[in-house]
């Protein structure tokens, strides 16, 4: 169903089509055998023109797994866009090499782009501040492994709201899903930008106190005030710590909340919350491998 495809923003698959990726990401997790050399003689190329850690290895690692190979750079001071090659062309050669390419790219539109000159599925690792859609998989499932579905929630995203791609693409996803209340929480400086909130095409809440609304929530998902995409580095001081998720905050909070983040964490989710049961993202960054695991099977047409 998924052979072949593209993914570049959080809409591109259908409900029924993410259903069957959870449910095969389900299955891979709980049977390690499984799958385990669907991907033979595959070869993958991760094109990471931004740092990452957990998105690049988490593919890399998906890709072994399922007994493929990967090629690729972690930055692009060693790849030829130093020298001032075009994405076009990169996609277009890269596209000789590999049967996939997954792409992380400052620019937004990047992957789009990629994705018209490549003759292999794109999949996009991060487009600038605009969407992540692998990482919205990786969330989608975290809350389906661990509330049994996607419907009725209170989701809560907190922090940087402006930049934070992870952000875009959930919020945009979780409206397809039944009964879901939206609520941001950022300062105003760092509002979700409103080409997001037009595409929600639902109601949420906005507001700036994280206390105010931590009562009402299912699912809080924490974000790093994005310091690279700031213009100004005093401006990203004075807000970089706008929001931290103590012990204490957790109080006011639902006994069964889900706390994610797409990590890295920085200051806003003090370490002692760690041990609290409704910490959820250290378990979120190995669904992550899983899903990517389901994706790569499927739009390779492996399984
Ligand atoms: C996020 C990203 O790159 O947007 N990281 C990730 O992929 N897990 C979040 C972030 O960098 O803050």
Redesign the pocket.
């Known amino acids: 169903m998924l052979k072949g495809r593209h993914l570049i923003g959080p809409g591109d698959f259908t409900i029924e089509e993410l259903d069957s990726l959870f449910c095969l990401a389900e299955r891979i997790q709980d049977d390690p055998r499984y799958l385990r050399k669907a991907c033979e003689g595959k070869v993958l190329a991760t094109l990471f023109f ?6 690049r290895l988490s593919f890399e690692a998906a890709m072994l797994r399922l007994g493929g190979n990967c090629l690729g750079f972690a930055e692009p001071g060693s790849s030829s866009a130093a020298k001032g090659e075009s994405l076009a062309d990169t996609a277009r050669i890269v596209s000789g090499y590999a049967d996939a390419i997954v792409m ?1 790219n400052p620019k937004e539109g990047a992957a789009l782009l990629a994705s018209r000159y490549a003759a292999v599925p794109v999949i996009n ?2 487009d600038g501040g605009h969407h ?1 859609p ?2 919205t998989l ?1 969330d989608l499932l975290t809350i389906k492994r661990l509330r049994g579905a996607v419907a009725g929630l209170t989701v809560g995203f907190c922090g ?1 709201l402006k930049f ?3 952000v875009h693409s959930l919020a945009k996803a979780l409206t397809r899903y039944p009964r879901i209340e939206t609520v941001f929480i950022s300062p105003p400086e760092l509002r979700a930008p409103d080409y997001i909130k037009a595409e929600l095409g639902a109601p949420f809440l906005e507001t700036d106190s994280l206390e105010k609304v931590i009562g009402e929530l299912d699912i809080l998902y924490m ?2 005030v ?1 310091r690279e995409r700031f213009f100004n580095e005093e401006e990203y001081i004075r807000l970089k710590d706008s929001y931290i998720l103590t012990k204490e905050k957790m109080r006011l909070a639902k006994k069964d909340l889900i706390i994610l983040h ?3 964490r920085l200051n806003e989710i003090a370490p002692e919350v760690d041990e609290d049961p409704r910490a959820a993202y250290f378990k979120q ?1 190995v669904y ?1 491998m899983f899903v990517r695991m389901a994706l790569l099977s499927s739009i390779l047409g492996c399984v």
Do not use: F, K, M, V
């Not at 931004?50 to 998105?55: F, I, K, L, Q």
């Open positions: 931004e740092p990452s850690t957990r998105t992380r690792a991060g992540h692998t990482q990786t940087d934070g791609r992870t974000t790093r994005q797409p990590l890295p960054a992550g």
